[in-house]
């Protein structure tokens, strides 16, 4: 009775497990493994946000809240955007969900028939064509390289719309390349959508805190397209509190109606207690978002650095989040210290496990192989020691 049904047979097993399952084994065989593979930060949840959770609990917060989330977060989070992005969302257009990855769910799922396409541009977060895939959706990719800084162009896009087409899906900043749409970049895809009124746009800005240029919400630069725009965001990545699951949609009322009764059905909400530290968290100190993010562009200097140093991989700088992701062809056709020949970012990454305990992903997981992503929210001592074994893994190819 339990065959895996067609739709979860459709998602493979993620990449980045594949490499920490590896990495675990290494870890249990007594070697010493650097990962530099996870995607959160290395803060840790400010303690006034703790303490919030804590006193909301003790009040009696301990119910089911709205099942679109309380209002005082809500009303934290229109706050939040006034201040940051210059726009109020009413209270009805947004949806509290459990993290920004259930954003993404309820909305596919809320929006998504056979057939229906949904435009995501390649290098990908890895959960986004699969949670299309689950939601019956088919993920159309848009490729990008270095040249164009990992952004598509409004030609590009052009192109990419068919009758079949439901959504786009931006991220920006973005994981895995950092890159980050200027106000510009956007505007000149916001014209090429303009003449798409049968798309929706999904504007993933949850690594918005961690920007090392002007940040710009695509709601607030084409607001006349609000009405088809979904700007999905969370404390998970700002605030260091991935573990607490809150993320939030904000966008028309009848979407946001939508994905409320997949929610209604799936969770019934998020945690009350993770809510009140939300609100605490945005209506708290901000001065700790500058400081962190000023921290992870030192640390994303500092490796960047050393990775281009090494002659073999090519690290373009990153504009945000806290990924790097060179290109690592110059190694293909060489082998190792070990004997190993590398003919792709996979044999990079394993033989640089096996050899060197680094544990890094191979690009091929984001839909664009030939790369690798390193995550930066590690320890200095961390990044020093794996980019003196990086360094020495690529001096020793042949
Ligand atoms: N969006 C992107 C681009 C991410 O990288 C991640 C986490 O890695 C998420 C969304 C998920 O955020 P949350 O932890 O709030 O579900």
Redesign the pocket.
């Known amino acids: 009775p339990f065959r895996r049904s067609a739709r979860i047979d459709a998602v493979e097993l993620s990449e980045i497990l594949k490499i920490s399952e590896l990495a675990d084994a290494l870890k249990r065989e007594g070697r010493d493994v650097i990962t530099l593979g996870t995607?959160?930060p290395d803060f840790s949840t400010p303690p006034h946000v703790i303490h919030a959770a804590h006193q909301a609990a003790l009040a009696g917060e301990t119910t089911y809240t709205l099942t679109a989330g309380t209002l005082e977060l809500r009303r934290a989070i229109a706050a939040a955007c006034q201040r940051e992005n210059g726009y109020t969302p009413e209270t009805a257009e947004i949806i509290v969900c459990?993290?920004?990855?259930?954003?993404?769910y309820n909305a596919f799922a809320a929006t998504l028939d056979p057939g229906d396409e949904v435009l995501i541009v390649a290098p990908y977060?890895t959960?986004?064509p699969d949670i299309v895939t689950v939601c019956d959706g088919k993920p159309v990719v848009m490729p990008t390289s270095a040249e164009t800084g990992f952004r598509i162009t409004p030609e590009q896009l052009r192109d990419a719309i068919g009758p079949n087409t439901r959504w786009l899906l931006l991220?920006s900043p973005?994981?895995p390349s950092g890159a980050v749409y200027s106000a510009a970049d956007l505007e000149a895809l916001a014209e090429v959508l303009r003449d798409a009124p049968h798309v929706g746009i999904m504007v993933?800005e949850?690594?918005q805190h961690i920007s090392y240029v002007p940040f710009r919400s695509f709601r607030a630069i084409a607001s006349d397209l609000a009405d088809r725009t979904l700007i999905?965001n969370?404390?998970?990545?700002s605030y260091a509190m991935?573990g607490w699951?809150?993320?939030w949609g904000i966008g028309p009322k009848r979407l946001t109606a939508a994905m409320l009764a997949v929610q209604s059905q799936i969770t019934s909400g998020a945690s009350s207690v993770a809510q009140a530290a939300a609100v605490a968290a945005l209506d708290g100190d901000q001065q700790l978002l500058a400081e962190r993010s000023d921290d992870f562009r030192e640390r994303r200097d500092m490796l960047a650095a050393a990775l281009n140093a090494t002659g073999v991989l090519d690290c373009p700088s990153a504009d945000g989040?806290f990924y790097l992701f060179p290109g690592c062809a110059r190694a293909f056709g060489k082998v190792t210290a070990g004997g190993r020949r590398i003919e792709s970012d996979a044999d990079f990454c394993t033989a640089l496990l096996e050899e060197e305990g680094v544990a890094l992903v191979p690009g091929r997981a984001f839909g664009t192989p030939g790369y690798v992503r390193l995550s930066y929210a590690y320890s200095r001592a961390s990044l020093t020691e794996a980019a003196t074994r990086i360094a020495r893994f690529c001096a020793n190819l042949k």
């Open positions: 995607g959160e459990t993290g920004a990855k259930q954003v993404l977060w959960s986004y991220n973005s994981n993933d949850i690594y999905v969370g404390v998970s990545k991935t699951r809150i993320g989040a």
